[in-house]
T-cell receptor, first 113, second 112 residues
Framework: NAGVTQTPKFRILKIGQSMTLQCTQDMNHNYMYWYRQDPGMGLKLIYYSVGAGITDKGEVPNGYNVSRSTTEDFPLRLELAAPSQTSVYFC????????????FGSGTQLSVL | DQQVKQNSPSLSVQEGRISILNCDYTNSMFDYFLWYKKYPAEGPTFLISISSIKDKNEDGRFTVFLNKSAKHLSLHIVPSQPGDSAVYFCAASGHNFNKFYFGSGTKLNVKP
């Protein structure tokens, strides 16, 4: 049982490049989230989705875009990468609004140089 | 600015002893509090939670205590085992769970 799968695990980008972080879950969860974790800091919410076709901003959405065309997939797009986006990115999902437990992917380590 | 704080970046404990990890929050609207455990190169995994209507929740060796008046929660691990060595995050949410706020984590090292 795969759970939440993120790809790639590691990536180095040059300033100004773009990329998409992929996230897919096989638990039929309605809620999906993108977090970033900077060194010595807690996880900060970038974007979340409550279902296919519905997304909303979290605490730190600037420089990112998301889409949710299916229940399973929730890709995160970085346009014009900046050094401030160097971080570890985690995708997570949860069943519904009554379930507080998040299931996380293993993370993507991104460096922007 | 940071609504959930874990002021101890690290904690070292001898195997068999108690580990106490602390967490403070500022938003009195938070209703649910959770602890996650994270091993290197893995995503966080859910450990235990507590609702604001309770002041204690137990699950095996893990107990979470909530002091609403002090806006403080703690995670007790008894007895501590080397496999408990990991980073522990506390998190808090309001009544709808679409936004969780995480602390910066405490790295626990349990020495054999």
């Amino acid at each position: 049982n795969a759970g939440v799968t993120q790809t790639p695990k590691f990536r180095i980008l040059k300033i100004g490049q773009s990329m998409t972080l992929q996230c897919t879950q096989d638990m039929n969860h309605n809620y999906m989230y993108w977090y970033r974790q900077d060194p010595g800091m807690g996880l900060k919410l970038i974007y979340y989705s409550v279902g296919a076709g519905i997304t909303d901003k979290g605490e730190v959405p600037n420089g990112y875009n998301v889409s949710r065309s299916t229940t399973e997939d929730f890709p995160l797009r970085l346009e014009l990468a900046a050094p401030s986006q160097t971080s570890v990115y985690f995708c997570a999902s949860s069943r519904d609004i009554t379930n507080e437990k998040l299931f996380f992917g293993s993370g993507t380590q991104l460096s922007v140089l | 600015d940071q609504q959930v704080k874990q002021n101890s970046p690290s904690l070292s404990v001898q195997e068999g002893r108690i580990s106490i990890l602390n967490c403070d929050y500022t938003n009195s609207m938070f209703d649910y509090f959770l602890w996650y455990k994270k091993y290197p190169a893995e995503g966080p995994t859910f450990l235990i939670s507590i609702s604001s209507i309770k002041d204690k929740n137990e699950d095996g060796r893990f107990t979470v205590f909530l002091n609403k008046s002090a806006k403080h929660l703690s995670l007790h691990i008894v007895p501590s085992q080397p496999g408990d060595s990991a980073v522990y995050f506390c998190a808090a949410s309001g009544h709808n769970f679409n936004k969780f706020y995480f602390g910066s984590g405490t790295k626990l090292n349990v020495k054999p």
